[in-house]
């Protein structure tokens, strides 16, 4: 059964370091997202991504956020300086849209990112 | 601001029994609705979907939307030890996919 695949499943990083979190969504799907999830608290959208631009973003998704498709199976968030606070896991998700729009979106195992 | 409202638990139910988990929502807009289990140190795995008043039933498992009460339920049938996760509702508030998530109600499945 096809699968959303993250790499790394856990990334270390220095306070104010630059971090790549990578993801392959299912091959015939077309939206893409990434979500976060602090230890303990609500699974938080961060990012929508749909023919190569962002369709949406939260409050959360500041200039210290980017996210590209740089070929045709990957797609990256970037952190560029990176927080205390943005320690977290990162789960990217993608959905196959119905004619009406965006579907069930399926996620990938996650990316535990901590900074120190 | 859309919010999305569960009980945080935890639930204890016997196995066997029905577990019953409930989810509300604010936005009298939307259309689509989700139920994610999680386990500890996991990520969303996807249980059932459901758009349309009413129950839709996939094995043990029944979702049920009343839109008027802007309430969503999930029953889990016959619940077994495997089933002790964290249920997450979430709503879709609009065609760009945005989820929105409940805090999540944690399911015990004693023996």
């Known amino acids: 059964e096809p699968e959303v695949t993250q790499t790394p499943s856990h990334q270390v990083t220095q306070m104010g370091q630059e971090v790549i979190l990578r993801c392959v969504p299912i091959?015939?799907?077309?939206?893409f997202y990434w979500y976060r999830q602090i230890l303990g608290q609500k699974v938080e959208f961060l990012v929508s991504?749909?023919?190569?631009?962002?369709?949406?973003k939260s409050e959360i998704f500041d200039d210290q956020f980017s996210v590209e498709r740089p070929d045709g199976s990957n797609f990256t968030l970037k952190i560029r300086s990176t927080k205390l606070e943005d320690s977290a896991m990162y789960f990217c998700?993608?959905?196959?849209?119905?004619?009406?729009?965006?579907?069930?979106?399926?996620f990938g195992p996650g990316t535990r990112l901590t900074v120190l | 601001q859309k919010e999305v409202e569960q009980n945080s638990g935890p639930l204890s139910v016997p196995e066997g029994a029905i577990a019953s988990l409930n989810c509300t929502y604010s936005?009298?807009?939307?259309?689509?609705f989700f139920w994610y289990r999680q386990y500890s140190g996991k990520s969303p795995e996807l249980i059932m979907f459901?758009?349309?008043?009413g129950d839709k039933e996939d094995g043990r498992f029944t979702a049920q939307l009343n839109k008027a009460s802007q309430y969503v339920s999930l029953l889990i049938r016959d619940s077994q030890p495997s089933d002790s996760a964290t249920y997450l509702c979430?709503?879709?508030?609009?065609?760009?996919?945005?989820?929105?998530f409940g805090q999540g109600t944690e399911l015990s499945v004693k023996p």
């Open positions: 998700a993608s959905s196959e849209p119905r004619l009406s729009g965006a579907d069930t979106q399926y």
């Open positions: 091959s015939n799907h077309l939206y």
């Open positions: 991504f749909y023919n190569n631009e962002i369709s949406e």
């Open positions: 936005d009298r807009g939307s259309q689509s």
């Open positions: 459901i758009y349309s008043n």
């Open positions: 979430a709503v879709l508030y609009n065609q760009g996919g945005k989820l929105i």
